[in-house]
Nanobody, 120 residues
Framework: QVQLVESGGGLVQPGGSLSLSCAAS????????MGWYRQAPGEQRELVATITPAGGTNYGDSVKGRFSISIDRDKNTVYLQMNSLTPADTAVYYC??????????????WGQGTQVTVSS
């Protein structure tokens, strides 16, 4: 049993910036990776960015150079800084957790999602 609390979504104008955060808590032994995925209406969920506690990152092609992911290991919190936003970035953004529970079983979890809307 884990909880992912997402924050930071909202409305922003094209060219603007927005920051998201996701805090993980609960029956977590160790985190393997945390990240963000997004899904627009009628579209498949796609990778935005992931990060490991050691600092290894992966970015989706559409956000490379504009978004930056970071992690606070002490707080079990992942952050996503989004810059130069365009209407194509409009989607529900979901926090993802890849972890071992306290029984050492590999698990995955999703946040409820936070809406990001880029519009003038």
């Amino acid at each position: 049993q884990v909880q992912l609390v997402e924050s930071g979504g909202g409305l922003v104008q094209p060219g603007g910036s927005l920051s998201l955060s996701c805090a993980a808590s609960g029956n977590i032994f160790v985190i393997a990776a945390m990240g963000w995925y997004r899904q627009a209406p009628g579209e498949q969920r796609e990778l935005v960015a992931t990060i490991t506690p050691a600092g290894g990152t992966n970015y989706g092609d559409s956000v490379k150079g504009r978004f930056s992911i970071s992690i606070d290991r002490d707080k079990n919190t992942v952050y996503l800084q989004m810059n130069s936003l365009t209407p194509a970035d409009t989607a529900v953004y979901y926090c993802n957790l890849d972890y071992l529970d306290t029984g050492a079983y590999r698990q995955g979890a999703w946040g409820q999602g936070t809406q990001v809307t880029v519009s003038s």
